[in-house]
């Protein structure tokens, strides 16, 4: 999110302090340096980066405001890919940028290594230069570094395409990576609005009573602004729906006024800093948005037109307005720009950079005030098949060119012309340009279009060591292949001839998704034109999701099509937004807003890879495909249709005192409600569009609610509208009794068919449930015969994540160091597949435990360690009766998610054998189905 880089350092700087070894003298801490900060390690490679930021440390004037803008040491860090140990100075490659979270090297200005500061031997302490030089081991093969700036405040302040340098293989060499050197600011302001009545519908509709609106860009090193619609900081008029940031009434701790020729880069975002931006397949979106500046006379406004420009990494292109019309904010990605008067073309970007000498390569040349009929030309030869397709972006294909770089020209039917120098490159022999997508999982099959030049037939393609895979040569400029499976890092992918000519491009294995999940509803009901409840998925990302707050890079979609179709491209598709923590999973949120009545099908999908790949996720997980019968369902309706969009709230005791509202269209007098086929009392019908009731008495889970138009012979049905939860008043008394359980709460009794094959003396009857805000309750009717000839055990298992894809199947139980752990250990299969317990509760020979005891008999068992279970015993409490267990687990020992399951067997001493007894029990006559569970929701 950095537009073109202002200038780039690229004469190496001199080092003093000579090693006397045949390479490039360092500040390695050697004998000749009076007192080293750190000394390089034996076999390392010293690299110097630097960042000029003499012109905004000067003398204090109106615009530039640098009493504020001044950076101290350690304010900037040099971000990349790499990991820093400040310790000992040395940074290590890590493709994933560590994860965006560093630590990275801290940029100074305190002088020399060789006396006791962090730089180059000649820097001189104070110049308003800073840099860091660090000390990195070579590999076996050469690393490409990736690189940029970031402030104190993590924002990037680095402008253009990314830095990069390379460490040879084994090489202990000195190497300077290019620097930044920033711009002398100038006096010109911006002012950026937003429209919401006119934005892309994708974002419609717009509630600015729950919704917020943020601004971030290049201007202001990419700091969130959050903008108000109230008629201040640069606002016209308040409660207008237009939301506008003024740079000036926004400037941030080294932020200055715009100069002649600045790009500013920038995106909307929304209900969050980290929210949900203002884009559509990763690009910026200009709906809605309009830019002025105060070009050239400072406080006169005037309108600019707004164009797309690639940000640093090169995936996705941000909205952008260049200030003036002079030459500015080039180099970084070669070629500056050549502005003029207004009305004069101004080319930005020219994608793909480089192509074959014989012509063909079809090219989008991205820039702005383009006209109708406007040429363009590489290097005087004149394009073919040109196509304006906006004032900002012409089509074209390449003509026949001798090799090398070329200026590429537009000039419109006026005679204006806007050079983009060196913007092309030809050449006659093999050649990689680019890969879309440069990025994928490392389960491999990514379709990834490799761009270049001379391919030629029986061209062979690998990725690091592995070949591709379905490799198609479409023409001597692309290539479309599937990715192998590789290890997660950067790749080279290399392209051969079978004259062994060869050519590469980098390619990143990227974290991918490990498991996602629809969350909640399982319904939805929605009128055309509004928006839909909230519905909820979960992500989990190893490496990425378990940490605090929202996992970086991960994006997250809901969308909806027709029912039975397969979620692609044809579906309607709005990003989600973060909304919590759960455990190591990341849990997101999104509503929709149909513009068509009728039935569909809705899904989650996220990406690891910046939306390079993406995993569907219905309401089974990600484990076993997409299937339509597991999707939520959505229903539609008109205007004035019958129907029921919301249930407020969507879940209540199982006693059946809850009051709940109910909204929808076409509501008539003497209406009839059911939950779960129970009919609801208390019936009021408020108005055309709401009534209220209350719920029924029903046992724990989740119901459809139905409503009935009896005069009209109308029905309505939200599946899965209501869950009824465990939640208990009054707390049982944990004494090996079951009496003072309320019948409410008997979750599950025995199948009388089932019953018995162990015989009397091992039973399982009836299982209760409850929860409270402090601990999870269990009651089972049952018991196991205590004769030291025949040792079993009632074991509950407990799933605290259920569907969530994470936990363990009985297979993976491992653990027979113990009287207890072996009878948990297992490998019954539950006909359930999202039942995967985290923990098991036991009693062997009905022994008992007292809370915060252990015992080898009794007690919780938790399976981080498959092989080697946890004791979990604080708080914890098994109490046997003459024909009972009861159980209390304290929810701080296994932090249940909103949505857990439970299960209940019987098992021999080293749990190799069963009861024909489950609870729940098997269904039907023949008792030979795997064992199903309860589920329950935690509200």
């Known amino acids: ?200 519908a994708d974002f419609k509709p ?180 040109v196509v304006v397709v906006s004032e900002t972006e012409i089509r074209a294909k390449t003509p026949s060119h001798a090799a090398g770089a070329v200026d590429v020209v537009v000039e419109n039917p006026g005679g204006q012309k806007g050079t983009y120098a060196s913007g092309f490159s030809f050449t006659g022999s093999l050649a990689v340009t680019s890969l879309t997508p440069d990025r994928g999982s490392p389960a491999g099959g990514t379709t990834v279009t490799i761009a270049g030049a001379g391919f030629e037939d029986g061209v062979t393609v690998k990725f690091g060591d592995a070949p591709a895979v379905d490799v198609q040569r479409r023409s001597a400029t692309e290539i479309v292949c599937k990715t192998p499976a590789h290890a997660l890092g950067g790749v080279d992918v290399v392209v051969k001839n079978p004259d062994n000519a060869s050519a590469q491009k980098r390619f990143t294995y990227a974290a991918a998704v490990g498991w996602a999940t629809i969350q909640h509803p399982a319904s939805l009901s929605v009128t055309v034109g509004a928006q839909s409840d909230y519905l909820y998925g979960r992500v989990y990302v190893d490496g990425v999701t378990a940490g605090a707050g929202r996992g970086l890079g991960v994006k997250a979609q809901a969308g909806f099509g027709d029912v039975g179709t397969t979620p692609d491209a044809t579906w309607t598709w709005v990003d989600a937004e973060w909304n919590a923590d759960f455990g190591n999973n990341d849990e997101y949120r999104a509503r929709l807003a149909p513009q068509n009545a009728g039935a569909f099908d809705v899904a989650f999908r996220f990406s690891a890879d910046d939306g390079a790949t993406w995993e569907v996720a219905d309401r089974d997980g990600t484990t076993n495909g997409w299937s339509s019968a597991q999707a939520i369902k959505m229903t539609v309706y008109g205007m004035n249709a019958f129907g029921i969009t919301s249930v407020t709230p969507d879940f209540g005791t199982v006693s059946g005192t809850t009051n709940v509202t109910i909204r929808g269209n076409a509501f008539q007098q003497n209406m009839s409600v059911t939950f779960g086929g129970t009919p609801a009392t208390n019936i009021v019908v408020v108005s055309a569009t709401e009534l209220t009731a209350t719920a029924p008495k029903r046992a724990a889970g989740r119901v459809a609610v139905e409503i009935k138009d009896v005069a009209n012979n109308l029905t309505a049905t939200k599946a899965d509208g209501f869950a009824y939860v465990a939640k208990i008043a009054s707390a049982p008394t944990i004494d090996g009794a079951l009496a003072d359980w309320p019948a409410d709460f008997l979750v599950a009794s025995q199948n009388a068919a089932c019953a018995g094959s162990w015989g009397a003396s091992n039973t399982l009857a009836d299982l209760y449930f409850a929860y409270d805000d402090t601990n999870l309750y269990i009651g089972i009717r049952g018991k196991t015969e205590t004769a030291t000839s025949n040792h079993n055990a009632i074991v509950a298992y407990l799933d605290t994540d259920y569907a969530s894809g994470q936990g363990r199947l009985l297979s993976d139980l491992t653990d027979n160091n113990g009287l207890l752990d072996s009878h948990i250990s297992g490998s019954f299969a539950f006909s359930d597949a999202d039942f995967r317990p985290d923990y098991a509760v036991a009693t062997r020979d009905m022994a008992a435990v007292a809370a915060d005891a252990c015992s080898d008999s009794a007690g919780l068992r938790g399976f981080a360690n498959p092989a080697d279970f946890a004791w979990i015993c604080t708080g914890v409490v098994v109490a046997t009766g003459v024909n009972a267990v009861e159980i209390k687990i304290p929810r701080a020992q296994v932090n249940p998610t909103a949505r857990g399951a439970l299960s209940v067997l019987l098992t021999n001493s080293d749990g190799s054998a069963y009861s024909n007894e489950l609870l729940p029990a098997r269904p039907g006559a023949t008792c030979t189905s795997n064992a199903p569970v309860f589920a329950f929701d935690l509200r």
């Not at 700087?13 to 500040?27: I, N, R, Y």
């Not at 020399?112 to 990195?136: L, M, Q, W």
């Not at 920038?266 to 203002?278: L, M, P, Q």
């Not at 014989?358 to 006209?371: E, L, N, Q, S, Y």
């Open 206 to 385: 717009f509630d600015p009573t729950t919704q917020t609106v943020w601004l971030k860009g290049s201007m202001n090193s990419w700091t969130p602004v959050q903008l108000r619609d109230d008629g201040l900081k640069g606002d016209e008029r308040a409660g207008d729906g237009v939301y506008t940031y003024e740079h000036r009434a926004n400037l941030g701790a080294h932020d200055g006024m715009l100069y002649d020729g600045q790009h500013a880069q920038f995106t909307f975002v929304f209900n969050s800093a980290e929210g949900t931006e203002y884009k559509a397949a990763a690009n910026g979106l200009t709906e809605g948005v309009k830019a002025y500046v105060d070009y050239p006379t400072p406080g006169t406004w005037r309108e600019v037109p707004i164009a797309l420009e690639r940000e640093s990494r090169g995936r996705a292109q941000n909205t952008t307005v260049v200030v003036g019309n002079g030459a500015g904010g080039g180099g970084g990605g070669g070629g500056g720009i050549d502005g003029g008067a207004p009305g004069t073309p101004e080319v930005l970007l020219v994608e793909p950079a480089l192509g074959a000498t014989t012509g063909g390569t079809a090219v989008v040349v991205t820039g702005m005030r383009f006209a109708t009929g406007a040429t363009v030309t590489f290097g005087g030869a004149a394009a073919t098949e």
């Open 1 to 200: 999110m950095k537009s073109r880089i202002t200038s780039i350092i690229g004469t190496a700087l001199a080092f003093a302090c000579a090693t006397g070894s045949g390479e490039k003298p360092s500040g390695d801490g050697n004998a000749l340096c009076a007192k080293p900060t750190f000394v390089k390690p034996s076999g390392h490679a010293s690299v110097l980066f630097e960042i000029d930021a003499t012109a905004i440390q000067g003398p204090t004037t109106t615009n530039a405001r640098p009493a504020f803008r001044r950076y101290a040491d350690g304010d900037m860090q040099w971000k990349g890919s790499l990991i820093y140990d400040a310790r000992t100075n040395v940074a290590t490659y890590d493709s994933s940028w560590a994860a965006e979270r560093g630590p990275y090297p801290p940029m100074y200005d305190d002088g020399p290594i060789c006396e006791g500061g962090h730089e180059a031997p000649d820097a001189v302490k104070g110049d308003g230069k800073f840099s860091v030089e660090v000390y990195v081991k070579p590999g076996d093969a050469d690393q490409v570094f990736e690189y940029g700036a970031v402030n104190e405040f993590g924002n990037w302040i680095w402008e253009g395409a990314n830095g990069t340098f390379t460490i040879r293989a084994k090489s202990t060499d000195a190497v300077t990576a290019s620097g930044y050197k920033f711009h002398v600011y100038g006096q010109y302001n911006l002012k950026v609005t937003l429209d919401t009545a006119t934005m892309h």
